[in-house]
T-cell receptor, first 115, second 112 residues
């Protein structure tokens, strides 16, 4: 169990630029989740995948956000035309298919700062 | 929809003293409840979970939590805190599906 891996750990960019984050889940986990955490708040659900299928997207995920998991392994989260309000920690988590009895395991997150 | 309230934003406790963090949830059916801990700049680590059965659950690092359905609560406790317990603690509820709803967190400071 190598844990959930996220890359990069930190990203600083100018407003209006596009950014892409990567998440590698625990290898045998076929569910993958993205959360966003702003300062002083708990994580908020953004979207989740079962294998390569994206099964739900939160209303927090505007049209500028897109997530993919093309082969059911790693996932990417892209933000286009970044805005100041996108500054946050983006957390990825994974779990086995039977998520009811299995907790989600989180990565260390990608901290995004918009200048 | 489910929700979680953590009434205490910040708690300061002396090393060796006991700690209790409060969590209240709102959900119509039997919830799945979790406590996670987050150190600065890090992701979330699972401390313990409750799905069913014994309402007193034991977790890692000497933590325990008690589920009280009548009070819609899932409070976290530790008998004797260590300086390394200084962190942010999050209570979360799952509704039997795929996503967790988190509280806003409680920051714990440990003084020597």
């Amino acid at each position: 169990d190598t844990g959930v891996s996220q890359d990069p750990r930190h990203k600083i960019t100018k407003r209006g630029q596009n950014v892409t984050f990567r998440c590698d889940p625990i290898s045998e986990h076929n569910r993958l989740y993205w959360y966003r955490q702003t300062l002083g708040q708990g994580p908020e659900f953004l979207t989740y995948f079962q294998n390569e299928a994206q099964l739900e997207k939160s209303r927090l995920l505007s049209d500028r956000f897109s997530a993919e998991r093309p082969k059911g392994s790693f996932s990417t989260l892209e933000i286009q035309r970044t805005e100041q309000g996108d500054s946050a920690m983006y957390l990825c988590a994974s779990s086995p298919e039977s998520a009811v009895n299995q907790p989600q395991h989180f990565g260390d997150g990608t901290r995004l700062s918009i200048l | 929809a489910q929700s979680v309230t953590q009434p205490d934003i910040h708690i300061t406790v002396s090393e060796g003293a006991s700690l209790e963090l409060r969590c209240n949830y709102s959900y119509g059916a039997t919830p799945y409840l979790f406590w996670y801990v987050q150190s600065p700049g890090q992701g979330l680590q699972l401390l313990l979970k409750y799905f069913s059965g014994d309402t007193l659950v034991q977790g890692i690092k000497g933590f325990e939590a008690e589920f009280k359905r009548s009070q819609s609560s899932f409070n976290l406790r530790k008998p004797s805190v260590h300086w390394s317990d200084a962190a942010e603690y999050f209570c979360a509820v799952g509704a039997g599906d795929y996503k967790l709803s988190f509280g806003a967190g409680t920051t714990v400071t440990v003084r020597a």
